[in-house]
């Protein structure tokens, strides 16, 4: 559901390698006890052949207070990865007859902008034009409170649109919601026995359903975020308002087991499948790519609160992965790239782990709210505990690793930033932005 900045999923260029047949799990191994000892990275991966397990690793804990072990049964809010389900099952009420690619949102919430013009095809491919509504600074005030399914769609409604329908695609979560609304109207159910009716139940998904207020009892897993020296607890979304765009619950066996039946006709008929895949400026239908190399593979990212996702299939190898995070200050991309690496036999380099203590003098001195006219948004840095936190505009803090006395990293989501006197570089994604601190501050 939220997003870091800009953080831009790249997991390598088309090179040809050869594949390994032999997952070499003590390498993999050594990363998550590396990840482990430095408290960089907490959740649980599947690697999945065929449908059967090549490498599975849980660490960290799935309750820090009371020191209650994350395992391979653990269970995650897996946020953004629930668009795959939502999608699945609107192409499913194609596959039925019961809509249209082309039918029109004004069909059912004509209250919405552009409704006349806006197709299904324009929600499931990110091209509507509505505005991503959890991107206003004023979600984070009301994301943990009860809200009504009226209340989000006047929310979603006040916005004006970001473009025409149709002309260009921007990812929006508000898109998603409005599909698993549309996805109810048209059942006459509600998400939750859909998706229990037409996934989980069909393929024995055990631990996968609609979220609700976590509970350890079911093996569900709290969320964290790093700060002043440790994983402290992350508040908990309300999961009445992500819905269809981020509600669902499951664990890494259930997500691969899940991908491993989609890409094999599981749970589409070809004609819907292909074009679930079809991409229009990198967006498919609940999907986009993530290539490794010469291999060509499709997946989904997710983040809600301090939990954090990243899943792909790899089809010419029936190769599933995914992992599940619920606490970290490393990238999943990194973590992806060590699998997929260590699946294909190819080299690589195990992270070293160094921080510099700058005096809190120093990180006072950083402190101010920057920007520049390259971003939409600006970036806050404050000095807490001794350590520099930074927060770009209606997006949750993240904490600053100190490198040297003037560069300082989050890992996670690959962000280094230079410190100058009034102004800061910020690299990210291969972008060089230079920012500058605002007068005042």
């Known amino acids: 559901m939220k997003h870091i900045l800009s953080l831009i999923v790249l997991l390598g260029l088309a090179l040809s390698v050869q594949s390994q047949p032999i997952f070499n799990a003590p390498k993999a191994d050594s990363l998550f006890q590396l990840l482990q000892e430095n408290q960089r990275w907490m959740g649980a991966v599947s690697v999945q052949k065929n449908g059967e397990p090549v490498y599975q690793k849980a660490i960290g804990w799935a309750d820090v207070e009371n020191r209650v072990p994350i395992t391979m049964q653990s269970r995650f809010r897996i946020g953004s990865q629930t668009k795959t389900f939502t999608a699945v099952m609107i192409l499913q009420l194609v596959q039925e007859n019961k809509l249209k690619m082309d039918d029109l949102l004004s069909q059912f919430f004509p209250e919405i902008p552009n409704a006349e013009q806006i197709k ?72 939750a026995d859909n998706l229990k009716a037409r996934i989980t139940e069909p393929l024995g998904l055990e631990n996968t359903n609609y979220g609700g207020k976590i509970d350890p009892e079911a093996s569900e897993a709290y969320s964290y975020k790093w700060e002043g020296g440790g994983f402290v607890p992350e508040a908990e979304t309300n999961m009445q308002i992500p819905h269809g765009a981020g509600a669902v619950v499951s664990t890494v066996g259930d997500i691969t087991l899940f991908l491993e039946a989609l890409f094999n006709g599981g749970l589409l008929a070809e004609e819907q499948f292909a074009g679930m895949i079809r991409l229009e400026e990198d967006f498919g239908c609940g999907l986009f790519e993530m290539p490794f190399y010469s291999h060509e593979g499709m997946g989904h990212t997710g983040a809600i609160d301090g939990f954090s996702s990243m899943m792909a299939y790899y089809p010419e190898q029936h190769l599933a992965v995914s992992m599940l995070s619920n606490g970290s200050r490393f990238s999943n991309n990194e973590v992806m790239i060590a699998l997929l690496s260590t699946y294909f036999g190819m080299a690589y380099e195990l992270p070293e782990f160094t921080e510099v203590q700058v005096s809190k003098e120093v990180l006072q001195r950083y402190e101010g709210v920057y920007a520049s006219p390259l971003l939409p948004i600006k970036l806050s840095i404050r000095e807490l505990n001794g350590q520099l936190e930074g927060q770009g505009s209606g997006q949750p803090a993240f904490p600053l690793e100190s490198k040297n006395d003037s560069t300082f990293t989050f890992d996670m989501a690959g962000i280094r930033i230079l410190f100058h006197s009034d102004s800061l570089t910020l690299y990210q994604g291969g972008m060089t932005i230079p920012m500058a601190r605002e007068k005042g501050e």
């Open 120 to 191: 299904m095809a324009h929600l499931l491919r990110h091209r509507s034009g509505i505005y991503n509504f959890t991107n206003d600074p004023e979600y984070l005030s009301y994301h943990t409170n009860p809200i009504t399914k009226h209340e989000i769609l006047k929310k979603i409604a006040a916005y004006q649109p970001v473009f025409e329908p149709g002309s260009k695609a921007e990812y929006s979560n508000s898109n998603y919601i409005l599909l698993g609304y549309i996805l109810e109207a048209i059942t006459g159910k509600d998400y």
